[in-house]
């Protein structure tokens, strides 16, 4: 089932419910001042308070687009009024959209359907690429070089997210945390299992040994050269 993720900075995205549309799931969640630090299957949007309780939605926005693990959400500026000068401020510093709130769980899908039904069929391959390494993300495979690489779902993601951080050295939690895992159900000798298959499919495919280990810290998926 496809999947769709909503983020608001209204408390909103902390208590309305999922939706079904045919094939596809929408979910929704809370955007921080932090920006997302995890992986999010299919689109994203996001809905950004003029004001929030940390920072002006300007500059959220702003950082959205900084980050490239974000840069390509979909962002709809959320404007205490129509004032014309607000909504050039929202376009200038990022919007895609804007909107005079308050938002509610209706509103806010009524406007995503709406847009999501004509970007989907314009929508080019979904591809997280690092040097030769890509993934295809609506199909779910690995390639380097042109060359398939076999793994795993949980390693599939653990190189997606270490691919959207490449050369960052990432905590076992940091790593169980990207991939949207429990923590209390999830051992972080499981994350060094992953990493082994990881390492090992990565060689095999040809890509040699990207994935460094630093001793009690964590790991780094190293940039090809």
Same mark, same amino acid.
């Given at each position: 089932?496809?999947?769709?993720?909503?983020? *608001?900075?209204?408390?909103?995205?902390? *208590?309305?419910?999922?939706?079904?549309?045919?094939?596809?799931?929408?979910?929704?969640?809370?955007?921080?001042?932090?920006?997302?630090?995890?992986?999010?299957?299919?689109?994203?949007?996001?809905?950004?308070?003029?004001?929030?309780?940390?920072?002006?939605?300007?500059?959220?926005?702003?950082?959205?687009?900084?980050?490239?693990?974000?840069?390509?959400?979909?962002?709809?500026?959320?404007?205490?009024?129509?004032?014309?000068?607000?909504?050039?401020?929202?376009?200038?510093?990022?919007?895609?959209?804007?909107?005079?709130?308050?938002?509610?769980?209706?509103?806010?899908?009524?406007?995503?359907?709406?847009?999501?039904?004509?970007?989907?069929?314009?929508?080019?391959?979904?591809?997280?690429?690092?040097?030769?390494?890509?993934?295809?993300?609506?199909?779910?495979?690995?390639?380097?070089?042109?060359?398939?690489?076999?793994?795993?779902?949980?390693?599939?993601?653990?190189?997606?997210?270490?691919?959207?951080?490449?050369?960052?050295?990432?905590?076992?939690?940091?790593?169980?945390?990207?991939?949207?895992?429990?923590?209390?159900?999830?051992?972080?000798?499981?994350?060094?299992?992953?990493?082994?298959?990881?390492?090992?499919?990565?060689?095999?495919?040809?890509?040699?040994?990207?994935?460094?280990?630093?001793?009690?810290?964590?790991?780094?998926?190293?940039?090809?050269?």
């Amino acid at each position: 089932m496809k999947c769709v993720t909503i983020l *608001t900075t209204d408390p909103l995205g902390e *208590t309305a419910e999922d939706f079904l549309s045919d094939d596809c799931r929408f979910t929704f969640g809370r955007l921080r001042a932090d920006v997302p630090q995890r992986l999010f299957d299919g689109p994203v949007w996001t809905f950004i308070d003029w004001l929030t309780p940390e920072l002006s939605g300007l500059e959220l926005c702003r950082r959205l687009r900084a980050d490239g693990r974000t840069a390509e959400v979909h962002v709809t500026m959320v404007l205490e009024n129509g004032d014309i000068d607000d909504r050039r401020r929202a376009m200038a510093a990022g919007a895609d959209d804007y909107m005079v709130g308050p938002i509610d769980r209706n509103t806010v899908l009524d406007r995503v359907l709406a847009c999501e039904n004509g970007e989907r069929a314009q929508r080019p391959g979904n591809l997280v690429s690092l040097g030769d390494l890509v993934i295809d993300v609506d199909t779910m495979r690995v390639k380097w070089h042109d060359r398939p690489v076999a793994l795993r779902p949980n390693e599939l993601r653990l190189l997606r997210f270490m691919m959207e951080n490449p050369d960052r050295l990432l905590s076992r939690q940091d790593l169980i945390s990207g991939l949207g895992k429990d923590e209390q159900h999830i051992d972080e000798r499981s994350v060094d299992v992953w990493v082994g298959r990881l390492r090992r499919a990565l060689k095999q495919a040809g890509a040699g040994n990207l994935l460094r280990t630093i001793r009690s810290r964590g790991y780094v998926l190293d940039s090809p050269d």
